[in-house]
């Protein structure tokens, strides 16, 4: 009998099929042991060695795999084809050997990069050892990480109140998104003008030009700079006439793009699909592991972490099939394509990522598959089958005008391309990450040198310069790639990190840097430069990827790193707060007080007139605040309001007709609000803050009045006749009546809800229970799909204790670095079976609670002991409790 490890119950129970009798396949369920939370756990002193703890959970599946070894013949370990993989199998090995499991056994290594059959068979056939410089790019990438994270970290908790973590590439990635948000704000529009002239052939067909030159000098996008020189331009057009002075036809080839890598999937999946890359590597995890189809688990898709772009001989043959097949002879090139690696070292899985059989069409995969499986494999069966086919021919026309206005000469240019075979077009076309008109895309019509045309219109139109756009996931993704920071595999994983820590926002598909994030980079960047540098980051990635090449000893760049990094950490261990307060303040100053347009002292406090503005920091983040702390209590956030304005102060709306009290808008800590008079002495003036996703700057005297009428009185209920109200509260927009609340979808609904809808809102809220009248707005949970060996769906939620993961009545609380979002199906299996196999004791577990709640008359007496009072030790635990929490947020 052969033992043959694999990562996933569900790709065991595929791969035991393929194989039959005479071999057993077990799932580890991912990575077995790491790094313990805790300092230590890489020694710098002692050759950087590392402890390793077996996971808990983990324990009953390494037995119940070292059981099965010692009456196997061969270890086949046949885990990921990619680094992480290579480790796991390691690591299996590793504690394998530490339990003396193995006696003789043949142990041997094999790679698929699908889960078919002939995929699986194939790799038996050609074992390997273990790939030790793989593994050691793996020991040295977690070294690194470990002690980054778990040194820096610590010293931001000390100098920076609210901070989280930091980490080797998270803070790099964090630092990409705060240097856009910083262009963005001090980027200064620009006025410019671009003159069109509608023009006609002498067939009345019409086109549009441009004007592009005047008196023999090229005019280029922003010379034409206000209304003046503009409308200068228009007069002369008017009555100028115009003749063809040259016309050139280029001919373009356009070629495929290749199959998709992991980054490129993640970006085409955001901008097609509008789906987060954490969301996508699910997606493409389940269909890489196995779909039912009729009856059988079968994998549709290669392994998806991938940096490679070439597809095997076979998978190239059967889509020139598919391309002749479906659409003809003339899309399908002379000789297959062949793509290379632009990555400097393709060193994950070598294959791209391509379905594994190209002959089942997305329209007879979609059968098997839910809605989200189904688009993500019908964008990956589109990309690999347009890989192959012929590239698209094209004609670009460029049409050069003269314009002749007395003794002056003015150009003007139009410009148009023609798809004369569209080629791979027919299939699929890569999205781009910012929508912008393609002039050349126009058609144009015939023209002759020589030919006059006549006059339709002149339109001077006015535009401004535009700041660099926020990054989607994707074009941070996309960029990330270009400057060689991080790996694609750990890109989904990344951006995540960030979301959860807070440091950066998802706002319309564009993120937003948070205070928290921004003033984290501020203080990487005054104190740890070095290790927040684009290009410092990207080399040490390149001496990690050759040591995977094994040009380099792992241990020989831990060292080089770690000598100048403890160095720099440190020099700033005796910093006090307040000078790192200072020096933030000074580095952040053009971003934080910008000049103001009446030329003002810019940190002049806009509330008390002779306070000072500055930076400050609390257990929730940093904001800036008045000097003169407490008389005046002036706040307000770091980011600024607008596109580049300054931040709004007090900005008076007008006069409330009621009160004759005057209505402001105001920036406080936790963002703008508005607010209706200045109080009377021991009582706040009445505040409303705006709705999320309401900008300041369309807030009029209208909507605030609204909003400071609120909670308003919507009727009252037809059973008991008492008030229901509608407002908007902590958790969003409500309608409430006694101690009922119910949700509404936004936020215009408080002030439209009517009394029907109200008391139908309400009566839903109530039949569904006590619970959920507590906890409002019940998490339904995320599917993640069916239990591999009991059935049944398995679903993770938030609950009211923390997030989790239920099957058939078992709940399993979630790990700290773990979500709802980012669970995978494998893992929520692992945590739901060790849950049950402790169901037996939970009986036990509910009698001791019950007796800990018990009055004190109803318990029994303690037995004495000579042991320390149980109470004793109760605050020394929570306090390392609290310090475990620390240190398990320094290692993510």
């Not at 074992?127 to 410089?133: E, K, T």
């Not at 999937?265 to 987060?276: D, M, N, W, Y």
């Not at 029994?860 to 929570?878: E, I, L, T, V, Y």
Request: proline share 6%; with cysteine; hydrophobic share 40%.
């Amino acid at each position: 009998m052969d033992l043959v490890l694999v990562e996933s119950p569900a790709k065991a129970k595929t791969i035991n099929k393929y194989l039959g009798r005479g071999y057993e396949v077990l799932a580890s369920f991912g990575h077995v042991r790491d790094l313990p939370a805790k300092s230590g756990s890489v020694d710098p002193d002692h050759n950087f060695r590392m402890l390793w703890e077996v996971d808990p959970k983990a324990q009953k599946r390494l037995n119940d795999i070292a059981r099965a070894v010692k009456g196997a013949t061969r270890l086949i370990l046949a885990t990921d084809p990619d680094r992480e993989g290579e480790a796991i199998s390691w690591h299996v090995l590793q504690v394998l050997k530490d339990k003396k499991a193995l006696n003789g056994q043949a142990i041997q290594r094999v790679v698929f990069n699908a889960i078919t059959k002939q995929a699986v068979t194939d790799a038996m056939k050609h074992p390997r050892g273990i790939d030790q410089p793989l593994v050691d790019a793996y020991l040295a990438r977690r070294a690194l990480d470990y002690l980054v994270g778990f040194t820096l970290s610590p010293v931001l908790w000390r100098k920076l109140p609210g901070a989280r973590s930091a980490g080797r590439v998270q803070s790099v990635a964090l630092r990409l998104v705060c240097d856009r948000e910083l262009e963005i704000e001090k980027f200064v529009r620009q006025e410019y003008w671009s003159i069109i002239a509608t023009l006609a052939t002498p067939r009345q067909e019409t086109f549009e030009a441009r004007l592009v030159g005047a008196d023999g000098k090229k005019l280029q996008r922003l010379d034409i700079g206000a209304g003046a020189q503009a409308e200068a331009f228009k007069r002369a057009l008017e009555s100028a006439s115009f003749t063809v002075a040259a016309v050139e036809a280029k001919p373009l080839k356009r070629h495929p793009q290749p199959p998709f890598t992991t980054s490129t999937l993640q970006q085409e999946a955001s901008r097609k699909l509008g789906f987060a890359p954490a969301h996508t590597m699910r997606v493409a995890q389940r269909l890489y592991e196995g779909i039912d189809v009729g009856g059988e688990s079968v994998g549709l898709i290669t392994y998806m972490r991938t940096d490679g772009v070439q597809i095997a001989d076979e998978a190239v043959a059967a889509a020139r099939r598919v391309i002749e097949s479906d659409y003809g002879a003339r899309y399908l090139p002379a000789s297959p394509r062949r793509y290379e690696a632009k990555a400097k070292n393709a060193q994950e899985a070598h294959e791209a990522i391509r379905p594994t059989d190209l002959a089942c069409r997305p329209r007879e995969a979609r059968r098997f598959l839910d809605a989200d499986q189904a688009k993500l494999y019908e964008l990956i069966w589109l990309r690999a089958v347009a890989s192959q086919m012929e590239s698209a021919e094209l004609e670009r026309t460029t049409v050069d005008i003269t314009a002749k206005v007395a003794d002056r000469l003015l150009d003007l240019r139009a410009t148009g391309t023609v798809i004369k075979f569209d080629g791979f077009l027919t299939l699929y076309q890569e999205g781009r990450d910012e929508d912008a008109e393609d002039e050349e895309a126009r058609r144009l019509p015939a023209m002759r040198t020589g030919e006059r045309l006549t006059k339709r219109a002149i339109a001077a139109e006015q535009h401004f310069t535009e700041p660099p756009p926020r990054y989607s996931e994707a074009s941070l993704v996309k960029r990330l790639e270009e400057l060689g920071i991080g790996r694609p595999s750990t890109y989904a994983s990344i951006l995540q990190l960030l979301k959860d820590r807070k440091y950066v926002r998802l706002d319309k598909r564009r993120l937003y840097p948070e205070d928290r994030g921004r003033i984290v980079v501020a203080f990487l960047e005054s104190f740890f430069a070095k290790y927040v540098e684009y290009d410092f980051t990207a080399g040490l990635e390149e001496r990690l990827d050759l040591i995977s090449n094994n040009e380099i000893p792992w241990r020989e760049v831990l060292r080089d790193f770690w000598r100048d990094f403890i160095g720099t950490v440190d020099d700033i261990k005796d910093l006090k707060i307040s000078e790192v307060i200072d020096a933030l303040d000074a580095l952040l100053a053009p971003h934080l007080f910008p000049p103001r347009a009446d030329g003002g002292d810019p940190r002049q406090c806009p509330n008390c007139s002779t306070g000072r503005l500055t930076l400050k920091l609390s257990k929730y983040g940093a904001f800036i605040g008045c000097s003169n702390y407490p008389e005046c209590r002036y706040t307000r956030p770091l980011s600024l309001l607008g596109d580049g304005a300054a931040e709004i102060g007090t900005k008076v709306l007008g006069v409330d007709p009621k009160s004759g009290l005057e209505v402001t808008l105001r920036s406080g800590r936790f963002g703008p609000y508005v607010q209706l008079g200045e109080g009377v002495e021991g009582e706040k003036p009445k505040r409303a803050g705006l709705p999320k996703g309401t900008a300041p700057e369309d807030v009029d005297l209208k909507k605030a009045l609204a909003l400071l009428s609120l909670p308003r009185e919507v009727g009252r209920h037809p059973e008991d006749g008492e008030p229901i109200r509608a407002g908007i509260g902590r958790f969003g927009p409500y309608v409430q009546h006694g101690k009922t609340y119910a949700n509404l979808e936004s936020a215009a609904d408080v002030f439209t809800v009517g009394l029907n809808r109200a008391v139908a809102l309400l009566a839903e809220k109530v039949a569904r229970g006590p619970r959920s009248r507590r906890f409002f707005g019940a998490d339904p949970g995320r599917p993640l799909g069916e239990h591999p060996t009991k059935g049944g769906p398995i679903v993770a939620k938030n609950g009211r204790y923390g997030p989790y993961v239920s099957h058939a009545g078992v709940n399993a609380t979630l790990p700290r670095d773990k979500t709802p979002e980012t669970v995978t199906l494998d893992e929520a299996v692992a945590l739901i079976d060790a849950r049950a196999e402790h169901g037996a004791a939970a009986p036990n577990a509910r009698r001791r609670k019950a007796a800990r709640t018990a009055p004190e008359t109803a318990r029994p007496s303690p037995r004495p002991s000579a042991k320390a009072p149980a109470n004793a030790a109760k605050k020394p635990a929570a306090a390392g409790k609290k310090s475990a929490r620390r240190t398990t947020q320094a290692a993510e």
